[in-house]
């Protein structure tokens, strides 16, 4: 069947309403009222079937770091595929592209990051850190050291390993989540959870849930911590500066193995390679994928300090994926990793989209509708609520302000996504100051017609 882009709008909506199972998605609505396809993008716009343009706040779904259009990574994808489309990385063979790319991650990983599993998204890289850090355990003669400490509301993935490590509670309720030694403390979520508490402190509180699940646990019994530096999909989380040091110090004294997932905060979201520089955390494993390749390809990974490396090395691990460092996904993931490099485009974040962002969108804090607006790098969220002092609820079922929000949105051809009655958003990388503004705009005009 060729590409089906000449049929009619509607024609593409049947088809898709009749063929095509989206995720997260109620299908059967969906079905009803059809998809909006997108078919082209440049930059930071989308283009629809109808020819009607969007901005994109959200890098697709946190991965076009790079932004849309780039056709230095096309060439780089048709070239590998004449050269060499794929070949695996199991059985005593290596290739160029992979060889190429581990090391360069390991160069540009802080500290002894040094070692690199490839995956093919973010998913099954957590589904390979559950292997990972079991394996080290076991190596080093503690067994008993199973168990991983995740939190509620994180999002890690969607395989049966990233689910359970996640914290998403409507996941947990369909299919059997979390698996066995997988056990969830509380979220650093200040706005929504801390009451009349400083931020501050109630940040070492929530830092002092995964001292208190060791202890419970026993730290005999705990292989590993697994936090994402800011919540994503959690409503774009900024925990209170004082969390991260109090996590550090706590996983320092007990020797659990601390993995940062850094499949949204890598590849420069919050201003650094990774939200671990960011927030001066030190994890002996970080998880990468989106940003890796600012989703041109679909590849992932693990990246590997050397003491976990050193010991996993000691055996055969029985783990890995065929399309493991895929030729092609890794060339496209190096030609990104060069244009984010020469093109400066991290440190443009700190320096000056980031600052920007973070006092254009405070400015949405005088709406009525809204509670904080917070940014970090260039993630940002709005709480809604309808009344700001007691920071309480809508009376209609949770969630539908932010999603009647998100509608209007979509209609003011703006993507920002909605997470229960937050607001979030984590545009392209290459987004300019007066394309802020302009997202701004229609982002305030949402929040108008929601009231
Ligand atoms: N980890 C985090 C922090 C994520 O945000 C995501 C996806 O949004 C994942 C893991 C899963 O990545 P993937 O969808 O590529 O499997």
Redesign the pocket.
């Known amino acids: 069947m060729p590409l089906t882009n000449t049929l009619p709008t509607a024609d593409l909506q049947a088809l898709d309403a009749a063929h095509h199972m989206h995720p997260f998605t109620a299908n059967g609505a969906l079905a009803e009222k059809g998809a909006r396809i997108i078919t082209r993008a440049d930059g930071v716009r989308l283009t629809d079937s109808e020819g009607v343009e969007l901005i994109d706040g959200m890098a697709g ?2 991965c076009v770091n790079i932004g849309y259009g780039r056709h230095e990574l096309a060439e780089a994808a048709a070239r590998q595929m004449r050269e060499l489309p794929f070949y695996n990385t199991f059985f005593q063979t290596s290739h160029v592209p992979a060889i190429t790319l581990a090391a360069k991650l390991a160069e540009l990983a802080p500290d002894n990051l040094n070692h690199v599993f490839f995956a093919g ?6 589904d390979t850190n559950i292997r990972l850090v079991r394996q080290y355990w076991a190596l080093k003669g503690q067994p008993e050291r199973r168990t991983i400490i995740a939190r509620r509301n ?6 049966m390993g ?1 689910g359970s490590l ?1 914290g998403m509670a409507a996941m947990h309720a369909q299919g059997g989540m979390p698996i066995p030694g997988i056990v969830h403390i509380d979220q650093p979520y200040w706005w929504g959870e801390g009451g009349d508490t400083t931020p501050e402190a109630f940040g070492l509180e929530r830092a002092g849930q995964l001292e208190a699940k060791i202890l419970e646990l026993g730290p005999e019994n705990v292989a590993a911590f697994i936090a ?1 530096p800011v ?3 959690g409503g774009v989380i900024i925990p209170p500066e004082s969390y991260w040091p109090e996590v550090q110090r706590i996983v320092d004294q007990y020797g659990i193995l601390l993995i940062a ?5 890598g590849f420069g979201r919050l201003g650094h390679w990774f939200g671990s520089q960011s927030y001066g955390i030190r994890p002996h494993i970080m ?1 990468v ?2 940003g890796l390749s600012s989703g041109y390809q ?1 590849i ?1 990974g693990s990246i590997v300090c050397d003491e976990v490396a050193q010991v996993v090395a000691q055996d055969e691990f029985n783990h890995g994926y065929t399309y493991s460092g895929h030729p092609v996904a890794a060339a496209v993931a190096l030609e990104n990793l060069r244009i984010l490099a020469e093109e400066r485009i991290v440190d443009r974040v700190r320096e000056t989209t980031a600052p920007y962002l973070a006092q254009a969108w405070s400015s949405l804090s005088d709406h009525p509708l809204v509670g904080e607006a917070v940014s970090r790098g260039l993630m940002a969220s709005l709480a809604l609520t309808p009344d700001k002092a007691s920071r309480a609820g809508f009376a209609m079922e949770p969630g539908t302000a932010g999603y009647i929000c998100r509608e209007y949105c979509f209609a003011n051809n703006l993507v920002m996504r909605h997470v229960g009655d937050r607001m979030i958003i984590a545009p392209p990388l290459v987004i300019t100051n007066v394309d802020i503004d302009m997202l701004i705009d229609r982002a305030r005009r949402a929040l108008d017609q929601t009231l």
């Open positions: 779904l946190w998204s973010g998913s099954e890289a957590n994180a999002y890690h993935g969607s395989t990233g996640g994402e919540q994503g999909a997932d850094e499949v949204i905060t998880t994928a989106k679909p992932g």
